[in-house]
């Protein structure tokens, strides 16, 4: 057996992640960056400076400290915890810890049902918010993102790799592209390079926000990004932190469904719009842009070329329709044969 040698949480987490840039995507490395940051936290907190220390009984303490976190749900836990695992195991070939700690870190068993979201954006709130915008945010940066991410049912991804290029107002087109040597990538690389109709009100709106209130900047490839801060290309935690503040629905003149006052409510800020038990996430708005197409009878063929996802992945993730609604669908279907 090979003599451990000193190793510190941090220094480990720089040499895996040193180790895997290269191999994984710059999105995975930051996964590995954020499942991995809270046990380096953690171990700062327990005294645990050198990693030779760390024992079964310790991995599970750490296991126990996350399941703390009443925010924190079985499958995100999961993830970080079968992160760990791999991370354990780099250490162990670094005689960082010992042989075989790996194995016993325990990875909880998630059930089917809660690996699936039912988080989702109806159609009914899209359209109030699209109508909120359109009267009183016309063409503002919120209003044509949220439209892009409503009308095409794209990824976040997607809409942060977008170029003004990519629009065409004459053909009513929006390409989407792989690009990962400047910088922007698609979850399916290549495969998810596709180009999306879109109607004549939004290319409208496009075309307002590009003349009117888009950022004209480049960004660090010297590309003109369709959606800018000042400083360049929209960030993607940017673009996630205005659907959260954007679909709060005291943001688009709407009741709170929540009965909080609005001066003393936590998500009343910007940055803390997630905190909204109202509030959806961009991949919200896909779902529910994916299941109203769906509920309008698009075909499951048609939607999934539109939104790069195969009709098996539809179904299981996407796609909200209750029983009955299949059924009808089925019905009519088969009245029309």
Aim: charged share 30%.
């Amino acid at each position: 057996m090979s003599e451990l040698e000193p190793l510190a949480p941090a220094e480990a987490k720089e040499m895996f992640t040193a180790q895997r840039s290269g191999e994984v995507s710059e999105k995975t490395l930051q996964g590995y960056h954020y499942r991995l940051k809270p046990f380096v936290q953690w171990c700062a907190q327990e005294g645990i400076s050198n990693l030779n220390n760390l024992t079964a009984r310790s991995l599970h303490k750490y296991r126990l400290w996350r399941k703390e976190d009443g925010d924190l749900k079985t499958i995100t836990l999961k993830g970080q915890l079968s992160t760990l695992r791999v991370f354990v195991k780099f250490c162990e070939a670094v005689d960082g810890v010992e042989q075989g700690l790996h194995d016993k870190i325990l990875i909880p068993t998630v059930e089917d049902e809660e690996a699936v979201s039912s988080s989702i954006l109806e159609a009914e709130q899209a359209e109030k918010m699209l109508e909120y915008l359109r009267k009183f945010e016309y063409a503002s940066k919120r209003h044509a993102l949220f439209t892009v991410l409503w009308h095409t049912g794209c990824r976040m991804g997607a809409a942060h790799a977008i170029d003004i290029g990519d629009f065409n107002p004459e053909n009513q087109s929006l390409s989407i592209r792989h690009r990962p040597k400047t910088g922007t990538t698609l979850k399916n690389k290549q495969s998810g390079e596709r180009i999306c109709a879109l109607s004549e009100e939004v290319c409208e709106t496009l075309q307002d926000y590009i003349c009117v209130n888009r950022d004209a900047v480049k960004d660090d490839h010297g590309r003109e990004p369709l959606f800018t801060t000042r400083y360049g290309r929209m960030h993607r935690s940017k673009i996630r932190e205005m659907v959260y503040a954007a679909t709060r629905p005291c943001a688009y003149d709407e009741k709170c469904p929540h009965d909080r006052n609005p001066n003393s409510c936590e998500a009343a800020t910007y940055t803390k719009a997630s905190k909204c038990p109202s509030s959806v996430s961009p991949h919200d708005i896909r779902r529910g842009s994916i299941t109203h197409l769906l509920r309008n009878d698009v075909p499951k063929q048609v939607v999934s070329d539109r939104v790069n996802s195969s009709p098996e992945t539809l179904e299981k993730h996407y796609s909200q329709l209750t029983e009955e609604e299949k059924m009808e669908q089925r019905r009519d279907y088969l009245d029309s044969l």
